[in-house]
């Protein structure tokens, strides 16, 4: 079982990481552009969604999983 928690939990680390880094770069870029304070406002922008990333990707992964196990099973035939 200690496995299967640390799994979840480095899952939920690289998944946040990963999304909150390039999402918050994309918007950023988009609001305001690639001026001089660009890596500022992304630094900003990362340091605040980090963190409520990865407690959403902890709490909701598992049902996220279960639902996507669901809608790729095949059909069952009777």
Do not use: E, K
């Amino acid at each position: 079982m200690l496995g299967l928690n640390r799994f979840r939990l480095v899952f939920a680390f690289l998944m946040s990481w990963l999304m909150s880094f390039l999402m918050t770069g994309w918007v950023t870029w988009i609001n305001v552009g690639l001026g001089g304070n660009f890596l500022a406002r992304w630094g900003h922008a990362f340091l605040l969604a980090w963190p409520a990333a990865y407690v959403v990707v902890l709490v909701a992964a598992p049902s996220v999983q279960r639902l996507t196990q669901r809608l790729t099973q095949p059909p069952v035939v009777l």
